[in-house]
Structure formats: structure tokens, C-alpha cells
């Protein structure tokens, strides 16, 4: 096929112990997934249906040494257990969601908090607080084949040593099957699809020079430090 432009490089993530790559199509997420986190931003941790908001598959990047985002005073990070899918669906009942999970990465669902606050205070949407360059930092994905679907586990990230956020799988107000299930009913899920499944308590704002470091238990880590 012809473009009338170069077309962009495709989006992806590395594949513990794989020269092939996952790529990227598009990255869901899901809101409010942590009760604890639930109540520290202001909101009711029942168990009403999920709700779910996207990032652009680019806004992917392995880690490292990052710029740090334009336009934010308040830079908050968020630690996520991250499902990659890795075949088709819709509709897709509880029970065979699994079926449709590749493997599992740590990621950080970066926001710019101010910019989000303000767009909740005037009900604007929220892309330009959660879909900004660079704000996806994913680790190597996991094949599900070797770890299988963990349900439990310690889920933290430490900003300059300390810990601030420290979790556990279990405590998701919806399990990764449901959530799968959920979204599913709205659109039709496909190899390449990314799912963030929420974040525990103990949000952050990160500065200039700062290095976080963010683990899963039986799956990973991810690295990234943001220039001074």
C-alpha cells in the first residue's frame, strides 16, 4: 500500500527472553481499580461497573532516562499490573477471558494530576493529563505460558528509594478476567491490545531528577528517572 506520508513507526513492547517484540495497538485502562486508591482521590470504592479511559499506543516507552513533561506543576505516578492481549474478542464471557491474555508486564499510567483536576473541575476530558509523549513506561512483557494469570502479589513503586505506593493483585475491585469481559462488551478486544488495570493507593507527585522504580511480584520491574 501506498501513504501519502511515511507512516509512523508501529508502538511496542519487549518480550522477556524473546528477540520478537509485542506490538502495540491500543492501551486501555481501567479507572479506580484499588479501593484505598479509590478513596484517596475523593471517590466511592463500590463495586459499580468499571470505567475505563485510553492512552495512545505511542505513549509507550521502555523506561530509562525520560524528559520531563511540559505543562504540569504536579506530575503524579501510578504503579499497574499490565495485561497484553493476545487474541481477538468480543463479548467475552468471565470465564474464557484468560484465554485471551499473552502475558503480563509492570507499568506506570503517568498523569499530569493538575491538568486532570482541572478537567474534571470544568467536565473536559482527560487526554492531555494521561496521553501525553512518554507516559505508558512498560516493562518486558511476561509470556503467560511460563508465569500463568497471578491473581495475587506485591505491586509497589519507590520514588528515590522510598516506597509510596505498595499494593497487593488481590485487592482489585475487578479482576483481570472481569475487566477483560467488561471492556470487551464495548469493543471488540485484538492482538496487540494493552490493558492498565489500576493502580494502589499512594499516588505521588514526581520532580525533576527524580528515579522511580516499580516492581510486580513474579513479573518485573520497570526503571525510570526524569531529567533535572
Known amino acids: ?25 491500543r492501551i486501555w485502562c481501567v479507572g479506580r481499580n484499588y479501593a484505598d486508591h ?32 511540559s505543562q504540569t506543576a504536579d506530575l503524579h505516578h501510578e504503579i499497574e499490573l499490565v495485561v497484553a492481549i493476545g487474541r481477538a474478542g468480543r463479548d467475552i464471557p468471565v470465564e474464557r477471558a484468560l484465554d485471551h491474555v499473552y502475558g503480563y508486564a509492570v507499568g506506570l499510567d503517568m498523569t499530569r494530576r493538575d491538568i486532570q483536576a482541572e478537567a474534571k473541575k470544568l467536565s473536559r476530558p482527560w487526554e492531555l493529563a494521561k496521553g501525553f ?17 497471578p491473581d495475587k502479589g506485591r505491586i ?12 497487593d493483585l488481590s485487592q482489585m475491585i475487578w479482576s483481570v ?12 478486544l485484538a492482538p496487540g491490545d494493552l490493558l492498565m488495570t489500576g493502580t ?10 527524580d528515579t522511580l522504580q516499580g516492581s510486580c ?11 533535572d
Open 38 to 69: 479509590a478513596r484517596e482521590m475523593g471517590a466511592d470504592p463500590t463495586r459499580e461497573p468499571p470505567f475505563f479511559f485510553a492512552k495512545p499506543a505511542d505513549a509507550v516507552t521502555a523506561g530509562g532516562l525520560l524528559p520531563f513533561p
Open 1 to 25: 500500500m501506498d501513504y501519502v506520508i511515511e507512516p509512523p513507526p508501529q508502538a511496542f513492547v519487549a518480550v522477556a527472553g524473546e528477540t520478537a517484540v509485542f506490538p502495540v495497538r
Open 177 to 188: 478476567p472481569e475487566a477483560i469481559a467488561y471492556l470487551s462488551r464495548y469493543v471488540a
Open 200 to 209: 494502589p493507593a499512594g499516588v505521588s507527585s514526581v520532580k525533576p531528577g
Open 156 to 167: 509497589e513503586v519507590a520514588v528515590n528509594g522510598k516506597v509510596q505506593q505498595s499494593g
Open 133 to 149: 509523549d512518554q507516559s505508558c513506561p512498560i516493562s518486558a512483557i511476561v509470556q503467560a505460558a511460563r508465569i500463568g494469570h
Open 217 to 227: 511480584e513474579g513479573i518485573g520491574e520497570i526503571v525510570v528517572s526524569y531529567e
